[in-house]
């Protein structure tokens, strides 16, 4: 560990996602150095116990036990999002920062009031996606649009996959209510927020779903139109039962009045971590088609959780130009929109 910084002291709240992402991005990794994870927390005793012993960690499944803990500065929460904010604001109570996971919640009112609150605490509370500060593929888009003046946005296209073989286990993945338009919702989200980082917040959507190999009650292939106040059209496609050998590509392309922009990332089946964010532009420029390609770190891309940045507010106080809760909560009420048209099916 590098003794020149005062690491952020952090417990590990929900092990089922929790336990691969610590152990993938930040036991063991240099990271540690400014956020360090001191203690581990699961309602299933049996889980949280084999995590503890493996990286030799206190362990408890009881919420209370950390909170109370003046040790822990910081709550890494991993928990399902149905609900999470009345979690969030139990750990604001206790005077301990928190970051989190997409989606945020499902209720984008608890949600906005407990990202206030925790401003007006002055307390961070950060999330992957969408990000504290705009992701190193969003600045570019920005960069670009400006520099070539690219006029509105006129329509995108975002997508992912992957291939889960799920079967029903009672779980959260299970409920529509609590997993809505499941691909989506899972991993769509990213897109959503994206999208929303370009476009603003939309009015209107539409969507449309199936169930190809999942044994869940949950649909796995899914497709989200969303219509924004400008008339730009954008469309999100996420699906769980694709494996062609690649996991989570996002492809992301960007029409613009004067140009279009690519974006794309890929992490193969055996690769830990994306390999890296692809950018390309093509636009008119005197009168002759101008292309431009940028490649940028896949750690700072759109969705990747900016640790840094959570131990420089932290330590420091709050970012400059740091994502408003109303942003944040655009999303989630995407997501509720998609969830009315959809039942309305």
């Known amino acids: 560990m590098d003794r020149n910084f005062n690491p952020v002291r952090m417990a590990l709240v929900g092990l089922n996602f929790g336990a691969g992402l610590a152990e993938r991005q930040l036991i063991g990794r240099p990271i540690e150095s400014k956020l360090k994870i001191i203690a581990v927390c699961d309602r299933n005793r049996a889980r949280a116990e084999a995590f503890g012993t493996r990286h030799k960690l206190p362990f408890c499944t009881e ?206 089946v055996a690769d830990r971590d994306f390999t890296g964010v692809s950018m390309r532009l093509e636009t008119l420029r005197g009168g002759r088609l101008h292309v431009e390609s940028v490649e940028l770190p896949a750690a700072e891309r759109s969705g990747s959780y900016q640790y840094e940045n959570f131990y420089r507010a932290v330590r420091n106080g709050p970012l400059p130009d740091e994502v408003s809760p109303e942003t944040i909560v655009a999303g989630i009420k995407a997501i509720a929109l998609m969830m009315r048209k959809d039942s309305a099916k």
Not at 169 to 190: H, L, M, N, T
């Open 63 to 268: 919420l209370e036990q950390v909170l109370n803990n003046p040790a822990v500065e910081a709550i890494m929460l991993m928990i399902p999002p149905a609900g999470r904010s009345a979690v969030i604001r139990e750990c604001l109570a206790a005077g301990k920062h928190v970051l989190t996971t997409k989606p945020f919640d499902l209720d984008a009112d608890a949600a906005l009031n407990v990202l206030q609150e925790a401003r007006k605490r002055n307390l961070v509370l950060h999330l992957n996606s969408p990000g504290p500060l705009p992701s190193c593929d969003l600045a570019q888009i920005r960069l670009w649009r400006k520099d070539f003046n690219l006029g509105k946005p006129v329509a995108g296209h975002w997508e992912t996959y992957a291939e889960y073989h799920e079967t029903a286990d009672g779980s959260w993945f299970d409920s529509p209510e609590k997993c809505p338009v499941a691909p989506i919702f899972r991993i769509g989200i990213y897109g959503i927020n994206e999208m929303i980082a370009i476009f603003g917040e939309p009015e209107d959507a539409e969507v449309i779903s199936g169930r190809i190999a999942t044994g869940r009650p949950t649909p796995d292939n899914a497709q989200l139109l969303l219509r924004f106040a400008n008339g730009a059209i954008g469309s999100i496609y996420s699906a769980l039962c694709i494996g062609d050998g690649r996991l989570y590509p996002s492809a992301f392309t960007l029409h613009f009045e004067h140009g279009t922009i690519y974006k794309t990332q890929v992490r193969t």
